[in-house]
């Protein structure tokens, strides 16, 4: 049947937890999943960002719900599933977008310590809420889990070499679960975005003859905005999705093309 298939894209009815939805590519995201019906709890550390991040998007959708909760603690993550759950509703779908990145620099000038930061925060993180959520979305016959990877996942960047690694092991995780969890309907996905406008990349664009490099190589020359990024969540967490599941989705302006 190919007639009268609209494209309905409804997220009615369902509860989100972005992680990191108070600003930049979260806050985008957040902002579609509610336009699209969801139930979105926003969850970081500064609370007050995130509730004015609330209260802006507000009339976008029925509810969104700030939480404090730094991921990379694992009884916060706890706190939070349990939050989620008696004031929300039962999760369906996860966005695993926080991440944290400790600089540039060589990867001589790299510690252990380092590197255990980043991993808590950038693996660890969406590891704790996965295993919280999926017995539920289980029982319940299915969920979406997307996790925000990077491009930094796919090829080395030089300088980077701890934020690759941590997102080289998100795309592994999103695979893994994928194939694990198809079983119960709880699909993974990933979206790798590229150079996107927001605090955390303000090192690669801050500089203007950084940027207009960067940029002057993409075969899309200008630089990603949060934006760019929502809709393809929106679109990974609905039934328009059903039967995608282990892929990451590379929104990059075309750099890995
Ligand atoms: N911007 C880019 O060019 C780009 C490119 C590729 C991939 N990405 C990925 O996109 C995702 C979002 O990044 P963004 O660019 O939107 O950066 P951003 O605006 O700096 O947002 C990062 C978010 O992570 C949260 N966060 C950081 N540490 C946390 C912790 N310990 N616990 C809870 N939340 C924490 C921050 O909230 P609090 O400070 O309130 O905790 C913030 O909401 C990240 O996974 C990043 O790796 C970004």
Not at 64 to 78: D, K, M, R, T, Y
Not at 153 to 160: D, E, I, L, R, S
Not at 227 to 256: H, K, N, P, R
């Amino acid at each position: 049947m190919l007639r009268g298939m609209a494209i309905t894209l409804s997220l009615e009815g369902k509860t989100a937890i972005v992680t990191g939805g108070g600003r930049g590519i979260g806050k985008a995201i957040t902002a579609r999943l509610a336009e699209a019906g969801a139930n979105v709890v926003i969850a970081s550390r500064k609370l007050e960002n995130l509730e004015t991040t609330a209260a802006e998007l507000a009339d976008l959708g029925p509810r969104i719900v700030p939480v404090q909760c730094h991921v990379g603690e694992a009884e916060q993550i706890e706190a939070l599933v349990s939050r989620t759950e008696s004031e929300v509703g039962p999760v369906d779908i996860v966005v695993n977008n926080s991440a944290t990145n400790l600089g540039q620099g060589s990867s001589l000038d790299a510690t252990g310590a380092m590197l255990d930061k980043m991993m808590n925060v950038n693996v660890k993180a969406a590891m704790n809420l996965v295993h919280r959520v999926v017995p539920s979305m289980r029982e319940r016959g299915g969920g979406s889990i997307i996790n925000i990877s990077s491009i930094s996942g796919f090829q080395p960047q030089p300088g980077g070499l701890l934020y690759s690694f941590t997102k080289a092991g998100l795309n592994m995780l999103t695979r893994t679960w994928a194939r694990e969890f198809g079983r119960w309907n709880v699909r993974v996905n990933g979206i790798a975005p590229g150079l996107i406008k927001t605090d955390f990349s303000r090192y690669f664009w801050d500089d203007e003859a950084r940027r207009d490099k960067l940029v002057g190589d993409q075969p899309l020359q200008r630089l990603g905005q949060p934006s760019d990024i929502g809709f393809a969540a929106a679109y990974l967490a609905s039934e328009e999705a059903a039967f995608m599941t282990g892929q990451t989705l590379v929104i990059d302006g075309g750099v890995l093309a």
